[in-house]
């Protein structure tokens, strides 16, 4: 059930407001996103086959993942708690102009994020990617919180320069980035790895503050790793971090972002299409991805890789395509095949197009193969 504003104030920004079925066990913070559950199937209950013609399966949503990334249906209007077998729920859908949960400080009219995808910060609105649905405008500025202030974004830690120390959940950053960090913020992580031994990883996911040691660590409240992890990729939030935005309205939906932990050697799991953000980790070995970048499923649908974290000067990143695709580059006439890249530093980006196989939009940094 949608339901627009009906009589409203001259100052009240315009909602279209939908009741849907939250499919989940977990809470959902207000502003955050979610995504309709388009492939929904049950064999035990009568009529939700995939051979059947299911209307829950646009009633229905989930929290964003990389393989729903292309169904968003709108933001959370309110928190709600968990609730075992999931429950109802009130969503903005795109088209409305509403507080998203935001992971950064935003400046109106400029800044424009998109949903993540899967991983600690799934629904939260961190970075950019491709316009459409599940991308938004900033309509308020929101600054850094300082020690005395309410809710907001604290500190952006996406370069990946921080390293949590051994499994006490003490996190380090020689920069002094926890000035403004108090008892009970939320640590957002993102990723993070440690060099010579790569099962020793983080866990993503939220962790409330418990100590603020000085401008240079802080201690989370559960152990987020698995051994040593000399990066981290993190946001620092306070309460309810929201920020006032238009959510897009397509034509397209955007894919989402995701947030892709770096390791030494094979690594799977790259979304398809959306922007896919290569975070930090100080690779001794190359990273080869054995599950290759999977096809589009449409022409003219979007691929982005950015590289946001160092990968060290020992190895790179060295990805394929699942079908070759073409690139801009050529001196006969005829367009290069684009089969594979290599990359390894901070901006190094490609973006690619669906025409039947990815064809090169856009390249900076990285080297591209035809075989």
């Known amino acids: 059930m949608s339901l627009g504003n009906a009589t409203v104030h001259k100052h009240q920004s315009r909602v279209f407001r939908r009741l849907v079925w939250f499919d989940e066990t977990v809470a959902i913070k207000a502003g955050m996103a979610v995504c309709y559950d388009r492939d929904r199937n049950n064999t035990t209950i009568t009529g939700q086959l995939t051979t059947d013609a299911f209307g829950g399966r646009d009633t229905r949503v989930k929290i964003p993942t990389i393989t729903n990334n292309y169904a968003f249906a709108g933001v959370a209007s309110q928190d709600y708690k968990a609730r075992a077998g999931g429950g109802t729920i009130e969503i903005f859908e795109p088209g409305s102009v509403c507080p998203c949960r935001v992971g950064i400080a935003t400046v109106v009219g400029t800044t424009r994020l998109t949903f993540t995808a899967g991983g600690g910060a799934a629904g939260m609105f961190i970075k950019q990617g491709f316009g459409g649905r599940g991308s938004v405008r900033a309509l308020e500025t929101t600054t850094t919180a300082g020690l005395t202030s309410g809710g907001g974004p604290i500190i952006d830690g996406l370069d990946g320069t921080a390293s949590a120390i051994d499994s006490t959940g003490v996190i380090t950053d020689a920069s002094s980035k926890f000035t403004n960090i108090k008892v009970g913020d ?9 060099v010579t031994t ?95 970048i999977p096809d589009g499923t449409f022409y ?6 950015e590289v946001i974290g160092d990968l060290g000067s020992t190895a790179d990143g060295d990805w394929n395509f699942s079908t070759n695709g073409t690139q801009i580059g050529g001196t006969t006439g005829t367009p290069l095949a684009l089969h ?13 197009a669906w025409d039947g196989g990815w064809r090169e939009l856009y390249v900076t940094g990285m080297a591209l193969q035809t075989s």
């Open 340 to 352: 594979a890249f290599t990359f390894d530093a901070v901006g190094e980006t490609i973006i690619a």
């Open 198 to 292: 790569p099962t020793e990883k983080t866990v993503p996911g939220e962790f409330a503050i418990t100590a603020s040691n000085n401008d240079t660590t802080i201690t989370i409240s559960s152990d987020a790793f698995t051994g040593n992890a000399n990066s981290l990729t993190f946001v620092v939030i306070r309460n309810d971090s929201v920020a006032l935005c238009h959510l897009e309205e397509g034509p397209f939906e955007s894919g989402g972002v995701q947030f892709f932990q770096a390791l030494d050697g094979p690594v799977t799991g790259v979304m398809e299409g959306g922007w896919t953000y290569v975070m930090k980790a100080d690779l001794d070995a190359i990273m080869s991805n054995t599950t290759a």
């Open 300 to 305: 003219g649908q979007k691929k982005a890789i």
């Open 186 to 194: 939320i640590c957002v992580i993102l990723g993070g790895v440690e």
